[in-house]
């Protein structure tokens, strides 16, 4: 009985979509060289429990993120790493229709970092100091 009462109470709630939150806001979006996958780089932002991240998803051409990053996720490592723009430093670059470069500031504090994607696209990643000034665009 007591089971059923809290799924009652529950329900609403996840009907309404509470819970779900966050905005994500786009910095960056280049397009693979074949024009079939877009790697954007986004900060997602769930409100005041939880810090400025840079998120990095591989998605159809044109497609919009939704949800966390699918590739990459990293934090300013509680300030360590300077978050100029919304999160920490990352850059990325497109070297072949399937293969995708990304550095990202040595600093972070990493939370997904994937070597392949669903889509077949090979990632290759890199760490560096952030260069003087720079700011994800």
């Not at 590739?71 to 070297?95: K, L």
């Amino acid at each position: 009985m007591r089971s059923a009462l809290i799924l009652l109470a529950v329900l609403p709630l996840a009907a309404c979509g509470v819970g779900d939150t966050c905005e994500d806001s786009v910095a960056s979006r280049i397009a693979s060289p074949d024009g079939k996958h877009d790697a954007v780089l986004f900060n997602r932002d769930c409100g005041a429990a939880t810090g400025a991240s840079t998120q990095i998803s591989i998605l159809p051409a044109g497609a919009k993120p939704e949800g966390k990053g699918n590739v990459f996720i990293a934090d300013g490592e509680h300030g360590a790493a300077p978050a100029s723009w919304g999160g920490p430093w990352a850059a990325m670059r497109w070297t072949a229709p399937d293969r995708l470069e990304i550095t990202f500031d040595r600093i972070a504090g990493v939370y997904l970092q994937e070597m392949r994607t669903r889509r077949g696209v090979k990632i290759d990643w890199r760490t560096a100091s952030p260069p003087p000034g720079a700011t994800t665009p």
